[in-house]
Every structure is written in structure tokens, then in C-alpha cells.
């Protein structure tokens, strides 16, 4: 897991709180992407940056805002959430050329009250 | 679009006993599959894929899949348990007819692989 970090682990953040998560890929990948991972629920695929480009928005609340400064650094920007938000949110990286594996990092888990 | 089933909530086996969770998907041109494990409070862990070639795919610990095309399945093995194996599973697909560049991958629901002592 050391080759995509995550941080922080837990977050608990009121409705009214802003805070961001941060993820850091040390693998050389030009594409990551941001899931959602609720109980008893698929995962579902939040965002894709492809050459820190956004090319994929799959209809996510204006709550969240992803960023990816270059292609080692993503971030979520968290604003107003609701408790229904709170879930395990996973980072992924890869390379962008052909079937190319996803490499997840360990999540963040977050609580909203 | 693509899609995965993964038909069993939870699989129990006896230790020493084989494995076999389950994986179906469902995509307009042919597939690239995917098993991932995760264990608690951990993230997703890349177990194998299948890309083109052989049906037969090995992978980490001893796992293994068959890619059966006709039954647009994906099953995933192993042929004697162990304890550790516990953890949630999910079979993962993507489009090879998706197009160029990054695309997420659509997972099943995940499977509870529960080996007993």
C-alpha cells in the first residue's frame, strides 16, 4: 500500500466543515481517480484525472471538488456535506496506455454528524 | 454500458477445502476483468486480470481465474484455503470497447469469503 498514500485515515467533520482529502501516488501513473465505497453498496466511481485533466465527473454532488495539482497529487475538497456522504473514499492510480491495473490506496474513512 | 454481478453476498469454506467465487459481467465489446481483495480498514489490493490469451489467469496467494466467454463469466479460485483468505472480494470489469485513456472500472458488490478452521 506504500505506493499509494492516503491521508487522512478517519475523518469525522460536522455538516458545515470544509476539509480535504489528500492522496499521493508514488508509482509513476498519469491517471487517478477518486471512488466512493458505502456500506452495502457497490463502489462507485466519483472522478477521473487523466494527465491531471478531469475527463470523467459521474454526476457528483457540487460538495465535492477534486483537484490534481500534477499527476502524483490528488485531492477532495469537502464542503456542506451531508450524513449521507459518509462512507470510505478510495484514491486509485494508473498508467493511462492499455488494460492497465488499478492501484488502490487504504481510504480515508469519513464521518459526517 | 458494463456491468458485474457477483451473485453470492457470502462464500463459507473449510480450510484446506477449494474455493470458488463467483463473478458474471456484462459489456458491449470484450472485457478486461479484474479481482481485487480487501481486507478490514484496508484498501483494495490487485489480486489478477484477465486481458486477452489464456483463459486460465494466475494471480497473487495462490489465486486464480477462469475467463469463460461464452458463459461471460469470471470466476475466482483457489485450490486449498487458508484462514488469512478471509476478507471481501470484488470482480471488477472494464470496456476494452470504452475508448482511450483512464477509465474507472465497474466492480461488483463484493463477496464475504469466510474460511473456517
Known amino acids: 500500500e506504500t505506493g499509494v498514500t492516503q491521508t487522512p485515515r478517519h475523518l469525522v467533520m460536522g455538516m458545515t466543515n470544509k476539509k480535504s482529502l489528500k492522496c499521493e501516488q508514488h508509482l509513476g501513473h498519469n491517471a487517478m481517480y477518486w471512488y466512493k465505497q458505502s456500506a452495502k453498496k457497490p463502489l462507485e466511481l466519483m472522478f477521473v484525472?487523466?494527465?491531471?485533466?478531469?475527463?470523467e465527473n459521474n454526476s457528483v454532488p457540487s460538495r465535492f471538488s477534486p483537484e490534481c495539482p500534477n499527476s502524483s497529487h490528488l485531492f477532495l475538497h469537502l464542503h456542506t456535506l451531508q450524513p449521507e456522504d459518509s462512507a470510505l473514499y478510495l484514491c486509485?492510480?494508473?498508467?493511462?496506455?492499455?488494460?492497465?491495473?488499478?492501484?488502490f490506496g487504504p481510504g480515508t474513512r469519513l464521518t459526517v454528524l | 454500458a458494463q456491468s458485474v454481478a457477483q451473485p453470492e453476498d457470502q462464500v463459507n469454506v473449510a480450510e484446506g477445502n477449494p474455493l470458488t467465487v463467483k463473478c458474471t459481467y456484462s459489456?458491449?465489446?470484450?472485457?478486461?476483468l479484474f479481482w481485487y481483495v480487501q481486507y478490514p480498514n484496508r484498501g483494495l489490493q490487485f489480486l489478477l486480470k484477465y486481458i486477452t490469451g489464456d483463459n486460465l489467469v494466475k494471480g497473487s496467494y495462490g489465486f486464480e481465474a477462469e475467463f469463460n466467454k461464452s458463459q461471460t463469466s469470471f470466476h475466482l479460485k483457489k485450490p486449498s484455503a487458508l484462514v488469512s483468505d478471509s476478507a471481501l472480494y470484488f470482480c471488477?470489469?472494464?470496456?476494452?470497447?470504452?475508448?482511450?485513456?483512464?477509465?474507472?472500472?465497474?466492480f461488483g458488490k463484493g463477496t464475504h469469503l469466510i474460511i473456517q478452521p
Open positions: 459489456v458491449s465489446g470484450n472485457p478486461y
Open positions: 471488477a470489469v472494464r470496456d476494452t470497447g470504452s475508448g482511450g485513456g483512464a477509465d474507472g472500472l465497474t
Open positions: 484525472y487523466s494527465l491531471e485533466e478531469r475527463v
Open positions: 486509485a492510480s494508473s498508467h493511462l496506455t492499455g488494460p492497465d491495473t488499478q492501484y
